[in-house]
């Protein structure tokens, strides 16, 4: 089967790469590091042609909701235009959960998103997962000032990437369900704690200070909007487990 993977070289994607690969199927990688721009359609009808299912795991890096919308109506209107063209017989989304409780910033661009996959003619599915484990990494580069390390407090119960590239796999493989069950980790932590832990991971002593971020997203956030709610499927390991594992 030949599946293609949008955001295929970030934090999930490249794992449902070696994961599509591992299992012995056709991985083709749509990012602009691979040479294709998810707005570019030419590009893109020429990355589906042949593929049976689509993982869109593409991401943008901003906090606003006007250029997250933007973003993600235009690269996956092309993608899914494409793949209804291609004959594609299923697309899988990997969202976040929590974002109609919290549909603010980045969020207020998956909600789009999602309302563009619900709304298409190819078959879809839709996995809702919490905050990945390597976000406190990716969070604790962003947050630095001068030899400080702020840390932002939020209420998360982050799981694997390993293991939301392992869900999206098995949907592209089974083929269209919906909305399926929401993904999260084991147990819930504090993001300013994964934070100074991650930190602390490599010796550093460097003073690391909570702080609440302003802004509607984050205060969402604080107040636990982004967590699981009942019947979401939990998955390991802890973020202390991981953790240790990636010394």
């Known amino acids: 089967m030949k599946i293609a993977v949008t955001g295929g070289t970030g934090t999930v994607g490249r794992l449902v790469v070696k994961r599509v690969r591992a299992e012995g199927h056709d991985a083709v990688v749509l990012s602009r590091a691979a040479g294709v721009d998810l707005r570019d359609r030419a590009a893109v009808d020429r990355a589906l042609a042949g593929a049976t299912a689509v993982i869109d795991a593409a991401s943008v890096g901003t906090t606003s909701a006007a250029t997250a919308t933007e973003f993600f109506r235009a690269a996956s209107g092309t993608l899914l235009a494409a793949a209804a063209t291609a004959g594609t017989a299923h697309a899988v989304l990997l969202?976040?959960?929590?974002?109609?409780?919290?549909?603010?910033?980045?969020?207020?661009?998956?909600?789009?998103?999602?309302?563009?996959?619900?709304?298409?003619?190819?078959?879809?599915?839709?996995?809702?997962?919490t905050?990945?484990?390597?976000?406190?990494?990716?969070?604790?580069?962003?947050?630095?000032?001068?030899?400080?390390?702020?840390?932002?407090?939020?209420?998360?119960?982050?799981?694997?990437?390993?293991?939301?590239?392992?869900?999206?796999?098995?949907?592209?493989?089974?083929?269209?369900?919906?909305?399926?069950?929401?993904?999260?980790?084991?147990?819930?932590?504090?993001?300013?704690?994964?934070?100074?832990?991650?930190?602390?991971?490599?010796?550093?002593?460097?003073?690391?200070?909570?702080?609440?971020?302003?802004?509607a997203q984050m205060r969402g956030m604080r107040s636990g909007a982004n967590l699981p709610s009942a019947g979401a499927t939990l998955a390991g390991p802890s973020f202390d487990d991981w953790l240790a594992a990636q010394r």
């Open 95 to 129: 969202s976040i959960v929590g974002i109609d409780r919290n549909p603010d910033g980045y969020y207020a661009g998956k909600i789009a998103q999602e309302d563009l996959f619900e709304r298409n003619t190819v078959p879809w599915s839709i996995l809702r997962a």
């Open 131 to 215: 905050q990945f484990h390597e976000f406190a990494g990716q969070v604790a580069a962003q947050a630095r000032l001068g030899p400080l390390q702020l840390a932002p407090r939020a209420r998360v119960q982050p799981v694997a990437a390993a293991e939301v590239a392992a869900r999206l796999v098995t949907l592209a493989l089974t083929g269209p369900q919906g909305r399926v069950a929401d993904l999260a980790g084991p147990r819930e932590e504090r993001l300013d704690r994964m934070i100074r832990e991650w930190v602390r991971r490599d010796g550093s002593r460097r003073p690391v200070i909570p702080v609440s971020v302003p802004g």
